[in-house]
């Protein structure tokens, strides 16, 4: 459904790699101030359909449109530029560098003459640590070298870097694949933080518990289609298994069910 307060379009997508068809038709939205989750088996087209949506990947057919706006020949900075910020787990961070060089890293703040103001990115830093990351170990400071902070910890500084610099559409692709259960939880609570920011975000986990818990909706993606979606609210955990089991055997919802909503 198109509605003047879409944020993102798909329609009509296609992408393959060679004689491989990764995506088909691809019929996607994002609302405004709305958190979509992907679900779908290994190889269902996930990742692909997101690094289009970052100008990774340029799709072979159909079109992608931004705030009403079609976008042609999108590259990963004009993406960035526009707002669409991707947090992968292992590469968003650089390890050896302190956190607060990770938040400003490629958008340092500049005092006169050019020199970078590191006492006001330190200062920001710390603001974020406080009203954002909460972290209970005392341990990390501004100064922390990142590759020493937890999987959680990385992943809540990666989704501030995008918060604070106001990403519009924060993607999140399995970001708590590796994560112990507190961890995950944290996560979990960044994207409510999303939320709560007003901002957008596509979130993709193999774990349904995680996405039925934080997603406004749920968007099943089945070997390089979209056989369906629900609104979280209108579908229980288990209804939702049986979707993912009926689309498995037959490739579509079951749409004689209720709360289906495409
Ligand atoms: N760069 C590439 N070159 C060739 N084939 C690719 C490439 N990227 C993805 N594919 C193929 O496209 C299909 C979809 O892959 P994709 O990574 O999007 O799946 P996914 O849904 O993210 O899976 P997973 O849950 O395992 O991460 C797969 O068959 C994959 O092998
Ligand atoms: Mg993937």
Redesign the pocket.
Known sequence: MVTATNLLELEDVSKS??E?S?LEGINLMVGDNEIVGLL??????????IKIVTGFHAPNSGTITWKGQRLTHLTVQHARDLGIETVYQERALADQQSLWRNIFMGRERKARLGLLDVSQMRNETEKLMLEFLRFTSKAVTPETEVGTMSGGERQGVAIARALHFEAELIILD?PTMGLSVTETRKTLDFVREIKAAGKSCIF?D?NIFNVHEVVDRIVL?DR?RIAGGFKTAEITLLDLIAQMQHVAETGEIDKSKAGVTT
């Open positions: 790699f060679g491989v990764a779908g088996d290994n190889g269902a087209g996930k990742s692909t359909l399995e993709i193999h993606v390089g």
